[in-house]
């Protein structure tokens, strides 16, 4: 299970969503984030997708966890996912399109979930609203769908 990170920018009543425009989940929105490079946490992994990703400056001091997601992949097992997710209220810079991503805020009201993986409207809805969860969902195919899932409330530190 290969271990990546989640980031979404919150501003009020807005988050930061973005086009994925090459690689894995391209063509969807999503937070910014990645994989966890071989002795790097975390927190510095997902400070530094970020700014590679958008541009902006985090803190991991203000990275603040939000959920902990498991994706699974029947037919592609090798694609299975353990994703520490955070909100960040803090950041320095405009955050900015890249090669890899395209920004856009976003009401929290008017998620666009049919852009989405289909596991979002299951679980951000929950973290938005202040909860903390951890959440295992086993897609099929190429993660168009899934076919189980899991979702209960989390102490995440």
């Not at 852009?115 to 195919?141: H, Q, T």
Request: net charge negative.
């Amino acid at each position: 299970m290969k271990l990546v990170n989640l980031v979404f920018l919150r501003k009020g009543d807005q988050i930061l969503l973005a086009m994925k425009k090459r690689g894995f989940g391209a063509g969807k929105m999503n937070g910014v984030g990645g994989k966890v490079n071989p002795g790097e946490s975390v927190e510095d992994a997902a400070v530094r997708e970020a700014h590679e990703e958008i541009g902006v400056i985090i803190k991991p001091s203000d990275l603040v966890p939000v959920a902990r997601l498991k994706f699974f992949f029947k037919d592609q097992p090798d694609w299975d996912i353990d994703c520490p997710t955070f909100f960040a209220y803090e950041w320095e810079g405009e955050p900015r399109e890249s090669e890899e991503m395209n920004p856009e805020w976003v009401d929290v009201k008017q998620i666009p979930f049919e852009k989405m993986w289909a596991d979002d409207p299951y679980w951000l809805p929950s973290v938005i609203a202040g909860k903390k969860v951890e959440a295992s969902f086993w897609f099929r195919g190429k993660g168009d769908g899934f076919d189980e899932y899991e979702i209960k409330g989390a102490d995440l530190r």
